[in-house]
């Protein structure tokens, strides 16, 4: 069964940090691109971080977020630096098994692979 599942979120204070996981299941993870999208309670789900040989971010999290694979684990993490409030919502990894990230990395549609999700919540 092919399969994503994050892991990590939690409360954390405004300033924190935190690492979450996505950890890959039925496939591997190394060929492909994979991202990271999150949704704050209202609004759209919006793409973070997108990796594979080429990588993009949002640039709401460019200078504060990076994702990393450890394909011996077949998974991939997001740290996250200086977390503010606006960073909350449920965050979400997902593929479209292609090799790398194009400018369109963000659109959800693209996606066919998504995990369950993971809350992160940014307060004091």
């Known amino acids: 069964q092919v399969q994503l599942v994050e892991s990590g979120g939690g409360l954390v204070q405004p300033g924190g940090s935190l690492t979450l996981s996505c950890v890959a299941s039925?496939?591997?993870?190394?060929?492909?691109?994979i991202t990271w999208f999150r949704q704050a309670p209202g609004k759209q789900r919006e793409g973070v971080g997108c990796?594979?040989?080429?990588?993009w971010y949002s640039p709401s999290v460019e200078d504060r977020f990076v994702i990393s694979p450890y394909p011996a684990k077949n998974t991939i993490y997001l740290k996250m630096n200086l977390l503010t409030p606006e960073d909350s919502g449920v965050y979400y990894c997902?593929?479209?098994?292609?090799?790398?990230?194009?400018?369109?990395?963000?659109?959800?549609?693209?996606?066919?692979?998504w995990g369950q999700g993971t809350q992160v919540t940014v307060s004091s």
């Open positions: 990796h594979s040989n080429i990588q």
């Open positions: 039925g496939f591997e993870l190394s060929p492909y691109a």
């Open positions: 997902a593929t479209a098994r292609r090799a790398s990230c194009t400018r369109e990395w963000a659109t959800v549609l693209r996606y066919d692979i």
